[in-house]
């Protein structure tokens, strides 16, 4: 199974790096083939809802998305990994998830010619936030969690964790067994 892993966070060998790579861990050790995108590396600019994709299936805007989609319709699972800055996602997780409206038609049903690659879909998603408690960063796990239950995919399991400073959690054994875990259960067929 090929797995994807999205950063999410633009600080490298920051948290959510760090629990990204436990969970692509698990899913190398559950015989996954596995590709981490670094959404901070890439140019990917906000969706413009020109409607074009609903015809085409295709985005109109020519950026490093186009190929990220292509990714995404391969992947059996993703897993997403990001920080929570304002009580939200991260710009760049946000501009990729929103991204995904090149996949559905003009009813927001999966693009007939994806379809059977998007429903069922694994998804796996790790958040981290400065704040003691780790739910504090829910919003972002309730965008993932309704576009999962809105569309069909199968929302796999959620890690969640606090951490402030960068690399922090490497101390934190718990939150990285969790996220290994989380690999190897979205890699298990
Ligand atoms: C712009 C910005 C906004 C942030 N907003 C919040 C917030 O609303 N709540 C919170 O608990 N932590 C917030 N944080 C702290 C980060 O979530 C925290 O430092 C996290 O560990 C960063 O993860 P990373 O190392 O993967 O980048 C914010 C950090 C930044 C840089």
């Not at 999205?6 to 596995?34: F, H, T, W, Y």
């Not at 400065?130 to 309704?146: C, L, M, R, Y």
Request: charged fraction near 25%.
């Amino acid at each position: 199974m090929e797995i994807l892993g999205v950063l999410g966070s633009p600080r490298m060998g920051g948290n959510s790096d760090i629990l990204l790579d436990q969970a692509l861990a698990g899913a190398k050790e559950a015989g996954a083939n596995v590709e981490k995108i670094i959404l901070s590396q890439k140019k990917i600019s906000g969706c413009l809802d020109c409607g074009k994709c609903n015809e085409t299936g295709i985005c109109a805007i020519q950026d490093d998305m186009l190929e990220i989609h292509r990714k995404v319709l391969k992947a059996g699972g993703i897993l997403h990994s990001a920080p929570l800055y304002f009580w939200a996602m991260t710009s760049q997780m946000k501009a990729y998830l929103d991204r995904w409206c090149a996949f559905f038609d003009g009813d927001w049903n999966w693009h007939k010619a994806y379809s059977r690659k998007m429903k069922g879909k694994r998804i796996g998603v790790i958040t981290v936030c400065g704040d003691p408690n780790a739910h504090t960063a829910d919003p972002i796990v309730h965008s993932f969690k309704s576009t999962c239950t809105f569309s069909g995919m199968n929302l796999m399991g959620v890690v969640q964790t606090s951490a402030g400073q960068k690399g922090q959690v490497d101390k934190n054994e718990k939150a990285k067994k969790e996220a290994y875990e989380l690999g190897k259960k979205i890699a298990t067929p």
